[in-house]
């Protein structure tokens, strides 16, 4: 059973930072991707950066990218997301996933399968 375990989110102020953490277990892809999602509400889920576990290919959404950085701990199966010059318009539920092979949300022609519970981020003017 695959299991993503998020760690990370909280609260602060326009400009500042944040760090989220995304580690899977049960995953029996050798290869595979975990990505970051946010959903603000009203609004619908959206794709923000994506990283190949096993090497150095990333994805990052336009509205991100040269703000947020993902790093890797190859032996723990985790990626990491710095989280940099935060703006109130990123504030919303950020959700880990997983890609799979069964049906899912596909992003830059990634199908994501599994999912964590979602972690708050919330940048206050």
């Known amino acids: 059973q695959v299991q993503l375990l998020e760690s990370g989110g909280g609260s602060v102020e326009v400009g500042g930072s944040l760090k989220l953490s995304c580690t899977a277990s049960g995953v029996t892809e050798k290869n595979y991707y975990i990505g970051w999602f946010r959903q603000a509400p009203g609004k619908e889920r959206e794709g923000v950066a994506a990283g190949f576990v096993n090497g150095d290919v990333t994805y990052y959404a336009a509205a991100v990218r040269g703000r947020f950085a993902i790093s890797r701990d190859y032996d723990k199966a985790t990626l990491h997301l710095q989280m940099n010059s935060l703006k109130p318009e990123d504030t919303a539920t950020y959700y880990c996933?997983?890609?799979?092979?069964?049906?899912?949300?596909?992003?830059?022609?990634?199908?994501?399968?599994?999912w964590g519970q979602g972690t708050q981020v919330t940048v206050s003017s």
């Open positions: 996933a997983a890609s799979g092979p069964r049906l899912g949300m596909m992003w830059n022609g990634i199908t994501f399968t599994y």
